[in-house]
């Protein structure tokens, strides 16, 4: 049973960065995409970013393309979303799931394995 666990989220001004992680135990981690979500108060979740397994190619949603960028480090089994110009529309929790295949997709229902997430707070 793969357990994911986020980290990484509080509360920042606007323009300003986090780095959020997600480091998987107890299962397979490397051989599968890794995807983040977010969750705003009131919405329905949204996708954020996926990296394959092997670290490229990535994808972003539109919101965040050019201010995030997803990584990943195997050895770790961490995955990375580095969060810049961070504006108070990306106040939402954060979690990150792992695909069902190597590589990343863009709807939540391919993911399998979800983390219980983390609050991102931005305020202006």
């Known amino acids: 049973q793969v357990q994911l666990v986020e980290s990484g989220g509080g509360l920042v001004q606007a323009g300003r960065s986090l780095r959020l992680s997600c480091t998987a135990s107890?299962?397979?981690?490397?051989?599968?995409?890794v995807g983040w979500f977010r969750q705003a108060p009131g919405k329905e979740r949204e996708f954020v970013a996926t990296?394959?397994?092997?670290?490229?190619?990535?994808d972003y949603a539109d919101s965040v393309k050019g201010r995030f960028t997803v990584s990943r480090d195997n050895r770790e089994n961490t995955v990375y979303l580095q969060m810049n110009s961070l504006k108070p529309e990306d106040t939402a929790v954060y979690y990150c799931a792992r695909s069902a295949s190597g590589y990343g997709r863009r709807w939540a229902a391919l993911y399998d394995y979800w983390g219980q997430g983390t609050q991102v707070t931005v305020y202006s």
């Open positions: 107890g299962g397979t981690f490397n051989t599968y995409a």
């Open positions: 990296i394959t397994w092997s670290g490229a190619p990535t």
